[in-house]
C-alpha cells in the first residue's frame, strides 16, 4: 500500500459518520414532528365528541319539553361544564343559541404537551333546533 493513501479509508468513515448523524437527527425531528400532530389531531376528536354530545343533549332536552332560553345559558351548561372539569380539565365549553334557534357549542383546549408555552385551541359545533321552540 502506498504511504500517501494512509488514512484516507479513516477520513471517510468520519464523512459517513456525520452524514449519517445528520440523517438520524432529521427522522427524530420528523418523528417529533409526527407524535405532535398525532396528538393534536387526538385532543380535537375528543372536542369533537364533547360538543357533538351537547347537542345531542340540547336535542333530548327539547324532546323532553326541558328545554328553553335560560336553561340553556345557565342550569345546562353548568353542569356540562362541571362534568368536563371533573373528567377533561384542560378543556372549557360554552353553548349560545340566537333567536333563529341555531346553538353554537364551543370547545376550548390548551395545547401544552409539545409546546413550551400553551396554545389555546377551539372547536365549534352549529345545531339547528325546532323553530319556535326554545
Request: glycine fraction near 4%.
Amino acid at each position: 500500500m502506498p504511504s500517501h493513501l494512509s488514512g484516507f479509508t479513516l477520513l471517510e468513515v468520519l464523512v459517513a459518520l456525520v452524514i449519517l448523524a445528520v440523517g438520524l437527527l432529521g427522522a427524530a425531528a420528523l418523528q417529533i414532528n409526527a407524535l405532535s400532530s398525532a396528538h393534536s389531531a387526538y385532543q380535537r376528536s375528543i372536542a369533537s365528541v364533547i360538543a357533538v354530545d351537547a347537542g345531542e343533549r340540547l336535542w333530548v332536552d327539547l324532546a323532553n319539553g326541558q328545554l328553553n332560553a335560560n336553561k340553556v345559558q345557565t342550569q345546562w351548561q353548568k353542569f356540562w361544564q362541571d362534568r368536563l372539569d371533573t373528567t377533561l380539565p384542560d378543556f372549557s365549553g360554552s353553548i349560545a343559541c340566537n333567536d333563529d334557534n341555531v346553538c353554537t357549542i364551543t370547545v376550548i383546549w390548551s395545547e401544552t404537551r409539545f409546546q413550551n408555552e400553551p396554545q389555546q385551541t377551539s372547536f365549534s359545533y352549529l345545531t339547528r333546533l325546532l323553530p319556535n321552540r326554545l
